[in-house]
């Protein structure tokens, strides 16, 4: 084999003239300096035994930099229409790369819609690209390169790639919450979620934020449910997808909300509550606490937001520092949303065992607890609705029991005081009478007997009586025998006509029933046969227990008595 031989003559422009000379190199590949900016002339000869062969390369080194292709390349492709695309280039390439372009096509043998031909996209990002508009069915073909630049006068493309089709179309299906309890450490919960996905994956990709908007989602990978998050009593939003190596399933959301949400709705000014609101106008109010509340903590963090009302739902917060030892209390002001009135709005105090700043760390598995929560209004209104279902479950000759549904939540429109009953007779005064709002119902005494009564009800709240109900008509009964009474007297009848009726019965039974002799007390028997005693014994048992059994005409008797 003739031995293959290289020289390279290099000559370029700086301050006059530069030439260098390379000799004897063995291989086609080699590194030569070279200066930027400056025109350059290469002459190489190649020697292969006697036979020798000449090149000459004029060129400008601006317009030989060469970037790429890319080291490693990956995609997600979404069921919508999407394709994320993440390019990772050499170390030296990455200083100089300023962005990427990427084109592809439908695959040879793959043109479900006759486009073989490439498309091309140039995004503004040196690591990435995201392509839209791309049908979700076909098999597609795709190369990365960098984009030509000052820096990068060479572009050349990359590995071509196949992606298959985005499989995953289907949301993960029956997302709930399988466990909430209170963690031990007080202040947080444990929520464990579930869900069913039924098309072949690689895992899931769970993400969870708070709704205040606080802090950045947070993202988990998993393989398989259920999946275990460790929460303040904040109200969360959790969403859930499938993946495999090319695409992402749309998206199963759920809202985490406190469990007990309603607990102080029925609470007048948030009485008993260690939390106390004052609000000065529709953009302040200031918020105080216990001290047993907040004792070794100076990260605090306040959220509000609405609960029920005619407004849309939203979350706030507010997070803040205070030395230990300070007054406990904290004053909003300037707040995004204004407050509204008959609007009910849920506020709860954080801490962080964490030092200053003191914003959130971490949404799952952080050091963030909820100490209290408590429910108030910017002004109250009257209930815009009444009671519901209202009927009358006893009625006697002067009482009527009612029974009702409550308010709805969102009707109520400030903190519910109890129910108001009205009632009266036809063409008379009306009465009221009023009970607490956990009951659901309630017995009208001394009332007339026979007498018609019109019953009406309506919620109450610091604002007054809401609306009332429709009018319903009852008439109370008769003042006659009660049902105790008259079972009573049904019951000694007929114990009379059973002990006036039983000399007859029995006389009946001698006449159509006379006795028959026994043999067994003739002296003739007694002589032909002497019984023993235990014989004796016997027959006196026979003859007790035949006495014993009750005949037909008792048990039909007694049947007819019990029915």
């Not at 293959?4 to 300096?33: M, P, Q, W």
């Not at 008769?478 to 007297?489: E, K, P, Q, R």
């Not at 227990?545 to 048990?555: E, G, V």
Request: net charge positive.
């Amino acid at each position: 084999m003739k031995k293959k031989v290289l020289t390279i003559f290099l000559a370029s422009i700086r301050n006059g003239r530069h030439c260098k000379l390379y000799k004897n190199l063995k291989d086609t590949i080699t590194d030569i300096l070279v200066y930027q900016n400056e025109n350059m002339t290469a002459e190489i000869f190649e020697q292969v035994g006697s036979k020798c062969s000449k090149d000459i390369l004029n060129a400008t080194i601006r317009n030989l930099m060469r970037c790429g292709p890319p080291a490693h390349v990956t995609f997600k492709r979404h069921s919508e229409g999407r394709v994320n695309v993440n390019a990772q280039w050499s170390l030296d390439d990455a200083k100089l790369i300023e962005s990427v372009c990427v084109r592809h096509r439908e695959a040879a043998g793959h043109q479900l819609y006759g486009h073989g031909h490439w498309r091309q996209t140039c995004c503004q990002s040196a690591t990435g690209c995201h392509l839209a508009d791309i049908m979700a069915s076909p098999v597609l073909e795709v190369q990365v390169a960098c984009n030509v630049s000052k820096t990068c006068s060479q572009c050349p493309w990359g590995h071509l790639y196949t992606l298959p089709p985005a499989a995953l179309t289907r949301p993960p299906e029956n997302l709930h919450v399988v466990e909430d309890k209170m963690a031990d450490t007080g202040g947080q919960r444990m929520i464990s979620l579930t869900w069913m996905f039924s098309e072949a994956h690689d895992g899931f990709n769970v993400s969870v934020a708070k709704a205040s908007g606080e802090g950045d989602p947070e993202n988990v990978s998993v393989l398989r449910p259920p999946v275990t998050l460790l929460l303040s009593a904040s109200v969360f939003y959790a969403n859930v997808s499938a993946f495999n190596s090319v695409s992402e399933s749309p998206v199963s959301s759920i809202t985490l909300t406190p469990q007990n949400e309603d607990a102080n709705d029925e609470d007048d000014d948030n009485n008993g509550s260690q939390l106390k609101v004052l609000v000065h106008n529709q953009t302040s109010f200031s918020v105080s606490w216990a001290d047993n509340l907040v004792r070794n903590y100076e990260c605090f963090c306040l959220e509000w937001g609405t609960t029920y009302g005619p407004h849309p739902p939203y979350s706030s917060y507010k997070s803040f520092y205070k030395k230990k030892g300070t007054k406990n209390v904290w004053t909003l002001v300037d707040i995004p949303d204004k407050l509204q009135k008959y609007t009910s709005y849920d506020v709860q105090l954080l801490v962080r065992d964490q030092i200053p700043p003191c914003n959130l760390k971490k949404v799952n598995n952080s050091l963030e607890f909820t100490r209290a929560r408590t429910r108030f209004y910017f002004q109250e209104g009257s209930p815009a609705s009444s009671p519901t279902n209202i009927t009358v479950v006893s009625n006697t000759s002067s009482s009527l029991t009612l029974h009702w549904s409550p308010i709805p939540q969102v009707d109520r429109r400030g903190f519910l005081l109890g129910y108001v009953i009205y009632y009266a007779e036809l063409e008379q005064l009306e009465t009221n009478v009023t009970v607490g709002p956990r009951f659901c119902n309630y017995t009208l005494e001394g009332l007339r007997s026979q007498a018609v009564y019109r019953i009406q009800m309506s919620g109450l709240t610091r604002a007054g009586s809401g609306v009332r109900s429709a009018i319903i008509m009852v008439e109370t009964r008769h003042a006659g025998l009660s049902n105790h009474t008259a079972l009573i007297i049904a019951f000694t009848f007929v114990m009379l006509a059973s002990m006036l009726t039983f000399p007859l019965i029995r006389r009946a039974k001698v006449v159509f029933w006379p006795q028959i002799p026994n043999p067994e007390k003739s002296r003739s028997m007694q002589k032909l046969s002497a019984p023993t005693q235990l014989m004796d014994a016997f027959v006196v048992f026979a003859s007790s227990f035949s006495l014993l059994t009750p005949s037909p005409w008792k048990n039909t008797t007694r049947s007819v008595c019990s029915s």
